[in-house]
């Protein structure tokens, strides 16, 4: 057990960047270890790849702790680093297909409400997730498990604002066109 684990974050990250104590980051690893995964296996869906991605999320964390400032909390730094490397990783993958391509929406006539994709029942909209992509699964878990902002996804992508309204609502439709195949009349 660590002897490290009654301190708060705050205290970890002065042993770790002031007096060499690396073992103090061990703290901090278990505190932070199960959300960071939960969020990467959520996103890519294959338990092998979100540990390799945890991993180098939390090296990526150790390596720059040093420019944590402490302005907000650093529950709030250790998840804007798990977003920008869920989507370096995205992005890096999106080099093979282009994202505009990949389905056809023509069968949907328009976008289905916020209610529609909120109403689905938690164990089939799990499922709905495990079928999309890893763009639009984040897409969906920043809108709707964060609760961010159109200009949130905005800056978290770098985007423009037309860009993230299109992806947002194509990852709905996405979301809402399997779930009309697989799930509605099973609900209903």
Same mark, same amino acid.
């Given at each position: 057990?660590?002897? #490290?684990?009654? #301190? ?14 690396? /073992?103090?980051?061990?703290a ?16 890519f869906?294959?338990?092998? /790849? ?23 909390? #650093?529950? =709030? ?24 391509? *990949?389905?056809?929406? =023509? ?5 289905? /409400?916020? *209610? ?10 799990m ?5 999309? /992509? ?14 961010m ?7 978290? #992508? ?26 509605k009349?099973?609900?209903?």
């Amino acid at each position: 057990m660590n002897h #490290f684990t009654n #301190f708060s974050d705050k205290e970890l990250i002065a042993f770790i960047t002031e007096k060499g104590e690396i /073992d103090a980051f061990g703290a901090l690893y278990d505190r932070y270890i199960q959300v960071v995964f939960n969020k990467v296996l959520i996103t890519f869906g294959n338990f092998q /790849d979100a540990e390799d991605i945890t991993h180098d999320i939390f090296l990526k964390i150790f390596l720059r702790l040093k420019t944590f400032k402490g302005n907000a909390a #650093f529950s =709030s730094w250790v998840y804007s680093i798990t977003n920008h490397h869920i989507i370096d990783v995205i992005r890096a993958s999106k080099n093979k297909k282009r994202y505009d391509n *990949e389905t056809d929406m =023509s069968s949907i006539p328009e976008e289905p /409400d916020d *209610e529609q994709i909120l109403m689905i029942d938690s164990s089939n909209l799990m499922r709905i997730m495990e079928q999309l /992509d890893e763009e639009d699964r984040m897409i969906l878990m920043l809108k709707y498990h964060d609760e961010m902002s159109l200009k949130a996804i905005m800056e978290v #992508f770098k985007i423009k604002e037309s860009t993230a309204k299109m992806r947002v609502s194509r990852a709905k439709m996405k979301a809402y066109k399997i779930y009309e195949k697989q799930f509605k009349n099973i609900e209903a």
